[in-house]
Structures are given as structure tokens and as C-alpha cells.
């Protein structure tokens, strides 16, 4: 049973650019997290779906980023016109349910580190 | 809004013990989570603790203080492969509309030395 699985590993822009992530959960999984990591920082929440629907947006920047997570295919998060303080670690997390078990735990991807120049 | 505190770098010597400590201060709770992660790779699942209390785990336990927004993790017989970051995590208390979503603290970085 595959993990998590995010690509790409590494993405490289340029200032201006846009930016596509892309995250299949783990098979079972329905909701989708999505986090951002800074250097020598924890984990910031941005976005929570499930398919085709967004529940809770409330950490992503109003502009230039958004989110999907389509009936069918991986979630994507994109980020438009990209500026260098975007760099950073983006994590994708998934979950079966929706706290029916106390112990339901989230599942991460090994993350996409983007770098902007 | 949510807080969570923790320190932000802990150095210990290999077959010790460190004790890292996490306090919160949240909308609603439904949960404490810790998690490891290892430098350029995924979080990993560690504890969960939702009553007060301590859960043991093999090397790792991990306590829950509800009425005090407290909680540690104990890491015993330090092996110098537990040298990594660890976070701590709550759950929001409002599942229907928060479903799993977690909020983490800014991590605390172990330095296990020989």
C-alpha cells in the first residue's frame, strides 16, 4: 500500500513563474491536507479538501495560490506568479476519515521543496 | 486562536533520556499529537494522547496535562538515529468542519551526541 506520494521532489522557478504541486493520497483517502514548512520551522496549515470540494481554506494566501482536489487524479496546489518568499517546503497529508476513530491520524507525503530565483 | 510552544533546539548524549515539552492554548481540543521528522523528509506518526495522562510506546511515551494545556514527550535510551525534529500537534475540537486538520508547534530540534 503506497504511501503519501508527492511530485515533484525538487521544483525550481523563476520569480513570475507558476508553481504546480501535486499529491496522491494514500489509497482509501479522501481528505487532503496541505502544509508549508520554512526552514528550522513547524508545519503551517493552508488548506484542507476533500473531493472536489474545499473545506477549510483558512491558512492559504487570498492571492495567487489555490487548490483542487478533483474527482478523479491527485490534488494540486498551485501557486501563481511565484516571488522568492514562496520557497519553502510544501507538505501533503491525507486521512481516511473524519474523526470517526479518536486516534485518526494524518499521513504525510516526503514534501516538495520549491525554490525560487 | 491557536498556540502551541515548545522549545526550539535540545541537545542530549547517546543512552540518555530527553523530556520535551509542548504547551498549548487552543479554540478547542480533540487530541494531542507528536510527530518525528527527520531532516529533508516526512513527518512520522509518534504518539497521540486525547485523556490525561501517559501512553508508552516502546522507547517513546508521551503525557497529557487537558487542564494545564501540557504535554511531553519522553524519549529513553537515546540512539544517536533519534537525532531529528520533533512536533507537537493539536486537533481541533470542531471535527465536523476542521475533519483531521492539525496545528503544529514550531518543532524541537534533538541533537543526540555520543
Known amino acids: 500500500n503506497a504511501g503519501v506520494m508527492q511530485n515533484p521532489r525538487h521544483l525550481v522557478r523563476r520569480r513570475g513563474q507558476e508553481a504546480r504541486l501535486r499529491c496522491s493520497p494514500m489509497k482509501g483517502h479522501s481528505h487532503v491536507y496541505w502544509y508549508r514548512q520554512l526552514p528550522e520551522e513547524g508545519l503551517k496549515f493552508m488548506v484542507y479538501l476533500q473531493k472536489e470540494n474545499i473545506i477549510d481554506e483558512s491558512g492559504m494566501p487570498k492571492e495567487r495560490f489555490s487548490a483542487e482536489f478533483p474527482k478523479e487524479g491527485p490534488s494540486i496546489l498551485r501557486i501563481q506568479q511565484v516571488v522568492r518568499g514562496d520557497s519553502a517546503a510544501y507538505f501533503c497529508?491525507?486521512?481516511?476519515?473524519?474523526?470517526?476513530?479518536?486516534?485518526?491520524?494524518?499521513?504525510f507525503g516526503s514534501g516538495t521543496q520549491l525554490s525560487v530565483l | 486562536g491557536q498556540n502551541i510552544d515548545q522549545p526550539t533546539e535540545m541537545t542530549a548524549t547517546e543512552g540518555a533520556i530527553v523530556q520535551i515539552n509542548c504547551t498549548y492554548q487552543t479554540s478547542g481540543f480533540n487530541g494531542l499529537f507528536w510527530y518525528q521528522q527527520h531532516a529533508g523528509e516526512a513527518p512520522t506518526f509518534l504518539s497521540y494522547n486525547v485523556l490525561d495522562g501517559l501512553e508508552e510506546k516502546g522507547r517513546f511515551s508521551s503525557f497529557l496535562s487537558r487542564s494545564k494545556g501540557y504535554s511531553y514527550l519522553l524519549l529513553k535510551e537515546l540512539q544517536m538515529k533519534d537525532s531529528a525534529s520533533y512536533l507537537c500537534a493539536v486537533r481541533d475540537r470542531r471535527i465536523k468542519a476542521a475533519g483531521n486538520k492539525l496545528t503544529f508547534g514550531g518543532g524541537t530540534r534533538v541533537l543526540v551526541k555520543p
Open positions: 497529508a491525507s486521512s481516511p476519515t473524519v474523526g470517526r476513530k479518536a486516534n485518526e491520524k494524518l499521513f
